[in-house]
């Protein structure tokens, strides 16, 4: 079974820093686009931030262009969503999905969302003093 494991995510002060990860469990992240996405309470689920897993080639949403950086360690097949200046609007349930660069690129699926990836539970931020 083809899955991600979230974790970092947890109750931060405003400015504050988290860093959440993305481990790959049932496949390698050779020739995939790795992208996290989050849904605020009763907002649409948005992408922040994507990853192409071979080039290394990647896109923010201007929410967090400056303040969010994503990186990937093929070696140990995990994703990293590194968060800081957070703040409160960034409170979200974040979530990793990924899909085949076959099939997408790092701008389309950040944009349009993943085609064939089912969504798992997620990992809770919640930015708050």
């Known amino acids: 079974q083809l899955q991600f494991v979230e974790s970092g995510g947890g109750l931060v002060q405003p400015g504050g820093s988290l860093r959440l990860s993305c481990a790959a469990s049932?496949?390698?992240?050779?020739?995939?686009?790795i992208g996290w996405f989050r849904q605020a309470p009763g907002k649409e689920r948005e992408g922040v931030s994507c990853?192409?897993?071979?080039?290394?080639?990647?896109y923010y949403a201007d929410s967090v262009k400056g303040r969010f950086t994503i990186s990937r360690d093929n070696a140990k097949n995990t994703v990293y969503l590194q968060m800081n200046n957070l703040k409160p609007e960034d409170t979200a349930v974040y979530y990793c999905?990924?899909?085949?660069?076959?099939?997408?690129?790092?701008?389309?699926?950040?944009?349009?969302?993943?085609?064939?990836?089912?969504w798992g539970k997620g990992s809770l931020v919640t930015v708050s003093s």
């Open positions: 049932g496949f390698t992240l050779d020739y995939y686009v």
């Open positions: 990853i192409s897993s071979s080039t290394g080639s990647t």
């Open positions: 999905v990924a899909e085949a660069l076959s099939i997408t690129s790092v701008q389309a699926m950040c944009v349009d969302g993943p085609l064939y990836w089912s």
